[in-house]
């Protein structure tokens, strides 16, 4: 394998793809990749990453790998909009649990696969939350192109994505420490064994998220919407966001900007401390280093670790935090913090609502339904919630939720602070007798 460089050898800032846009066949309008619609028998233009190669042209087509990613839906939904203060038809939902793996890493990840490829990759390794790996390890089983390596943190991970890369026979590393600890080791590891390493700090991962922008224009006919709604774990999806939208914006192809909200968990929120109450910005590319560092001692220090439900999203050490800066202050981005209880209780209004989501996606409702009750989102705006993962990557959140077992709901949800479940929908207990099963049924329905 070549030697592949993330980051800056001399000052160790994480390397962007930067386009040379004259010498390249950009598109007059976005409405001419509607024409790649009719065409599902080329799997470039069925993949809902390739179909829009023109804006991420850093691999030649025929090397661009694809397991059919970004097959995914912008679906307005009224419960939510309800639940969250906006008025009908304001809210929408990218739902990115329909990828292959069930998550919107696999859009990242038919990219950063692609770039191995041309490396001349034999294996690939991340450390995970859950998601990247279960994306990683598809990507390896279906292609058979590379061997996958994951890192994941003990006790760390929902059993659905761990079940995955175990399914699709990833070599599976469990440290005995968490996200954090696993990042850090990963990136050792892969230096000194030369492995492709596919975490979101490898720029062509952001490439590839980048089109999940592009997806959401195209649900709403090519409109930019008022506000697009993420959560921040390592801060890839909101960087490659930023990153869209700025290069949209310059190729002349949007006519304004969305602006960008990034929601952290309250027991995960780097972010939120850093930007909104130290005051970090972009500043131009140069961000204050000595408020990090000072930042990340204090952590040390203090021993404080990431604790949070949403465990996809279980982060202190955002590897992606100057790109998603860059992107706040293109977007006139905000950042919040939501509770363990927030980020549930939305949860299951988005399930009640048809597209169940696993804890980590539904901060991105929970925090719109903040910035409503705050005033910086107007009722009339027409926002965009993404929905990172798919409801069974986490089944455990889910029917602790809505159980009966105090105990299993004190085991599961108690321990993270959450107190109630104030939409869960209980299973009726019921004799095995038909007029007692009739009976219930007349007295719930
Ligand atoms: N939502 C889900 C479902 C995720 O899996 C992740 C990240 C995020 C949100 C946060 O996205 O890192 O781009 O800010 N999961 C990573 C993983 C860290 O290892 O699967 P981000």
């Known amino acids: 394998m070549e030697e592949v460089h993330v980051a800056c050898p001399r000052c160790g800032n994480l390397l962007d793809v930067a386009y040379a846009w004259d010498k390249a066949r950009v598109p007059r309008s976005l409405r001419e990749f509607e024409a790649k619609w009719a065409d599902r028998a080329n799997p470039h233009y069925f993949s809902g990453v390739w179909r829009f190669y023109e804006l991420l042209p850093f691999a030649p087509p025929e090397l661009c790998v694809t397991v059919g990613e970004g097959q995914t839906l912008l679906h307005a939904s009224e419960g939510v909009a309800r639940y969250v203060g906006l008025r009908p038809g304001r809210l929408f ?131 930019v919407p008022d506000w697009i709604v993420v959560p921040g774990g390592n801060l890839g999806n909101s960087s490659a966001f930023g990153k869209a939208f700025i290069e949209l914006s310059q190729l002349g192809l949007i006519p304004r900007m969305p602006r960008l909200a990034v929601i952290n968990a309250t027991g995960a929120n780097t972010l939120y401390r850093l930007v909104e109450h130290e005051g970090l910005r972009w500043n131009g590319g140069a961000p204050c280093q000595d408020l990090i560092r000072k ?68 901060a991105s409702v929970a925090g719109t339904k903040l910035l409503v009750s705050e005033g910086i989102i107007g009722p009339d705006e027409r926002v965009v919630c993404v929905l990172t993962g798919h409801q069974l990557k986490d089944p455990d959140a889910t029917v602790a939720y809505h159980t009966t077992d105090q105990e299993l709901f004190n085991k599961v949800l108690g321990s993270r602070g959450v107190r109630r479940a104030a939409f869960a929908n209980r299973a009726v207990a019921v004799a095995n007798d038909l007029d007692e099963i009739i009976k219930a049924i007349h007295l719930y329905s």
């Open 295 to 362: 930042f990340y001692a204090e952590m040390d220090a203090q021993h404080r670790r990431a604790h949070t439900i949403a465990s996809a999203i279980e982060i202190n050490r955002p590897v992606n935090l100057p790109k998603c800066l860059r992107a706040l202050e293109a977007c006139r981005g905000v950042v919040r913090q939501v509770s363990d209880q927030e980020i549930l209780d939305a949860k299951a209004q988005v399930g009640a609502g048809g597209l169940g989501c696993e804890p980590a996606s539904a």
């Open 93 to 223: 939902l990218q739902y990115e649990g329909m990828n292959p793996s069930g998550s919107f890493k696999d859009n990242g990840m038919s990219a950063a696969f692609t770039h191995a490829r041309m490396t001349g990759a034999t294996r690939a390794a991340c450390a995970s939350t859950g998601n990247t790996s279960a994306s990683l390890a598809l990507y390896c089983s279906a292609t058979r192109l590379m061997k996958a390596v994951i890192f994941v943190g003990s006790g760390k991970i929902a059993y659905g994505k761990l079940s995955q890369a175990l399914d699709y026979g990833a070599l599976t590393v469990q440290i005995a420490g968490d996200f954090d600890d696993a990042m850090a080791r990963v990136q050792e590891v892969s230096k000194r064994l030369g492995i492709y390493l596919v975490n979101s700090l490898n720029p062509f991962r952001l490439e590839g998220q980048k089109t999940i922008m592009y997806r959401v224009l195209e649900g709403l006919r090519w409109e």
